[in-house]
């Protein structure tokens, strides 16, 4: 009978316990805090209602934390305070699948009223409360005793509670009791209630480098995003975004840059240029002028406005946009040399310019002046082989000119020489020197460890036919054929050699490979006719000759009347 009565006792105090720690009479502090809780819901593409739960201030910025689920997918949310004003989510601030956390910022918000914060996390059988939007009084909350602590990323500590409150509860703030804000309640496993300490929800941020989890946790969620804390790394978050981003998206977070940080003057450099990409030209120049206002170093910023309107002049020729010409900028650039006059970057800059202005000789005498400096490079004597070329000048010239740049390369020759080395290869074919330019294509060949593709190897083949070099030819015909075996020009290139070296079988033999590629290419019926006539099979050959007439081949007409009349 004792033992029945023990067991009996055990049980009304454990149940009492289990009330105590379950739910309590509200604490005195509610009244104050419920100011700073929200009920968030959120919407689908479409507008549809995805979930709906309770958020809250941290910041009187109006940033607020929810738990992530309620916004996976989200495309729109809305919050409502303890007033019932409703308010948009502006943007996602940072974002946390793995304990289910997400920060944001509300708009059009004066100023919040933000959960205050204790100078100490709760310790191990401290009591703590969790509470969740309500627009009415709060009368009872969840409460349990915390039974572990853990530290978890950072030191942030990790609660196990004695009570888990129900799933309506997942991404409230838990309370110690004194009412200040202390963790943010997780989904419960079991009897037990989890929470995560309040410095993880308060170090959530947008990073210009996250990890892949971070970032498909951000990207899951469509409303725009913040900014990084810091101007640098906004910078880097930028680039990063501007290779993924449409247009619209990166003006978007353009704008907030420029928002945030309104004295950085690369935030209005980068936004010019996408304008330029979106034809708003007047909103560009207004951009860079703000830019160069803002530069600390005026010399780079006028450089780099040049290359801004020489890009769009080069690549966006087709719309024009009057306030913008080669000699506006020339003007840019020429006042970054007016601070700089002997900086060899902004020197071959203007020549560059020059070139595209197609002021040839004015950008020649700028790479000669440096050619004839100690900042000479094979780079710089290229170019200026390159402007002789577009003034129509000897090729003889440029040969030499590419002469010293090779010889400007340790020997023996690196692979970075090729690029030389073609070129020159290019100029020796130009002047009719077919046997020297075989020679550079063969070192070029050479210095890039034999990676090149089938166009290189039928360019090089030209070049060898014209050289009377005609086994090499045919090698290099076959070798493009192997790495592009459905190009008739190649084939059709084979069978004019074949023909001229007499080896009429594979001529003829070619020129049927060639009508299965193209049935109806007529340069293959010509070659092969004239093969035939000259294996004396004139009946053969007429039919293919006549067959290149039907197909527009004047030349097939010549031969039959020469050969077969």
């Not at 005195?28 to 995805?50: E, H, I």
């Not at 969840?142 to 609660?159: N, Q, T």
């Not at 690549?315 to 020429?334: H, K, N, R």
């Not at 290419?521 to 039919?543: C, E, F, L, P, V």
Request: charged residues 20%; proline residues 4%.
């Amino acid at each position: 009978m004792t033992r029945i009565i023990a067991i009996l006792l055990l049980i009304v105090i454990g149940n009492v316990l289990t009330v105590e720690a379950q739910e309590a009479a509200a604490p005195n502090w509610v009244s104050k805090v419920q100011k700073s809780l929200l009920s968030v819901a959120t919407y689908d593409q479409a507008g549809n209602p995805l979930r709906s739960g309770t958020a809250f201030y941290i910041s009187t910025d109006g940033d607020a934390v929810a738990d992530y689920s309620l916004f996976k997918g989200a495309y729109r949310a809305v919050v409502t305070d303890a007033s019932r004003k409703t308010h948009i989510v502006e943007r996602i601030l940072g974002a946390d699948d793995t304990y289910g956390l997400v920060k944001f910022r509300v708009a059009d918000v004066k100023k919040a009223t933000p959960l205050e914060r204790p100078a100490a996390g709760p310790a191990r059988e401290s009591m703590v409360f969790v509470l969740k939007y309500s627009a009415d009084k709060i009368k009872n909350c969840p409460s349990a005793r915390i039974s572990e602590v853990k530290p978890i990323a950072d030191e942030c500590p990790y609660y196990t509670l004695t009570y888990a409150p129900d799933e309506t509860y997942v991404g409230a703030p838990v309370f110690n009791a004194s009412g200040a804000w202390v963790a943010t309640l997780q989904p419960s496993m079991g009897l037990n209630g989890y929470a995560v300490g309040a410095e993880m929800s308060e170090g959530l941020s947008i990073r210009a480098i996250t990890s892949k989890v971070n970032n498909l946790a951000l990207e899951s969620i469509h409303i725009p995003k913040g900014l990084p804390d810091t101007a640098e790394e906004a910078l880097v978050y930028l680039y990063i975004k501007s290779q993924t981003m449409d247009n619209d998206e990166y003006l978007d977070v353009l704008n907030l840059f420029i928002t945030t940080y309104p004295d950085n003057a690369e935030g209005y450099s980068r936004r010019a240029t996408l304008y330029i990409d979106l034809h708003r030209f007047d909103e560009s120049n207004a951009d860079l002028q703000t830019y160069i206002r803002l530069s600390g170093d005026k010399a780079v910023a006028n450089a780099k406005t040049a290359d801004i309107i020489y890009t769009k002049l080069l690549y966006q020729s087709d719309v024009e946009y009057e306030p913008w010409t080669y000699d506006t900028a020339l003007g840019y650039i020429d006042a970054a040399l007016g601070e700089h006059p002997d900086d060899i970057n902004y020197r071959l800059q203007k020549a560059q310019i020059l070139m595209g202005k197609r002021d040839y000789s004015s950008a020649y005498d700028i790479y000669r002046q440096i050619n004839s400096s100690p900042d000479r490079s094979a780079s710089t004597l290229y170019a200026a082989s390159l402007a002789l070329e577009a003034m129509g000048d000897t090729t003889d010239m440029q040969i030499l000119l590419m002469d010293s740049a090779i010889a400007t390369f340790p020997t023996p020759l690196p692979a970075e020489a090729s690029t030389y080395i073609l070129r020159r290869g290019q100029l020796y074919a130009n002047a009719g020197r077919y046997r020297e330019a075989v020679g550079d294509y063969n070192q070029y060949v050479f210095l890039n460890s034999q990676k090149v593709n089938h166009t290189f190897y039928y360019d090089r083949a030209r070049l060898e036919l014209n050289a009377k070099m005609y086994q090499q030819s045919l090698d290099d015909l076959n070798k493009a054929i192997s790495l592009a075996p459905n190009v008739p020009i190649y084939y059709i290139e084979k069978c004019a050699l074949l023909l001229r070296v007499n080896e009429l079988d594979d001529c003829i033999q070619t020129a049927r490979q060639v009508l299965r590629l193209a049935p109806n290419n007529a340069d293959a019926y010509r070659i092969m006719g004239y093969a035939q006539i000259q294996k004396g099979d004139k009946t053969s050959g007429r039919q293919s000759l006549e067959q290149a007439v039907k197909l527009g081949d004047t030349t097939a007409q010549s031969i039959i009347d020469k050969y077969l009349k």
